[in-house]
Nanobody, 128 residues
Framework: QVQLVESGGGLEQPGGSLKLSCTAD????????IGWFRQAPGKEREPLAC????????KYSDSVKGRFILTADNSKKAVTLQMNRLEPEDSAQYYC?????????????????????WGQGSLVTVSP
């Protein structure tokens, strides 16, 4: 059974940095794309970043572009989201999601509704 195991997150001050990692456990085939989403209380889950397995093409939302960096270690089936210049608005529950057939474009368009493989969630709190 495929599981996405997340680690990292926590409490940080505005302007600081945090790192989130996501490992695909029990997944013996190549994935197509892995993405990170977040969901704040009372808000919908939104896509933030995605990386494709073929060449490592990345896609970012405007809200995190230039501040967050997504990298992949395919040998470990793991991705890392480096979050820099954190803002209080970044506070949310963060989830990684995986698709073995669709693209990052699909991930951003409908992934929040249709992805079937999710991590357990990691809390990120940005506060003075």
């Amino acid at each position: 059974q495929v599981q996405l195991v997340e680690s990292g997150g926590g409490l940080e001050q505005p302007g600081g940095s945090l790192k989130l990692s996501c490992t695909a456990d029990g997944f013996n085939e190549g994935y197509h794309a892995i993405g990170w989403f977040r969901q704040a209380p009372g808000k919908e889950r939104e896509p933030l970043a995605c990386i494709a397995s073929n060449g490592g093409t990345t896609k970012y939302s405007d809200s995190v572009k230039g501040r967050f960096i997504l990298t992949a270690d395919n040998s470990k089936k793991a991705v890392t989201l480096q979050m820099n210049r954190l803002e209080p608005e970044d506070s949310a529950q963060y989830y990684c999601g995986l698709t073995d057939q669709y693209t990052c474009h699909w991930m951003f368009e409908v992934g929040a509704r249709y992805l079937e493989v999710w991590g357990q969630g990691s809390l990120v709190t940005v506060s003075p």
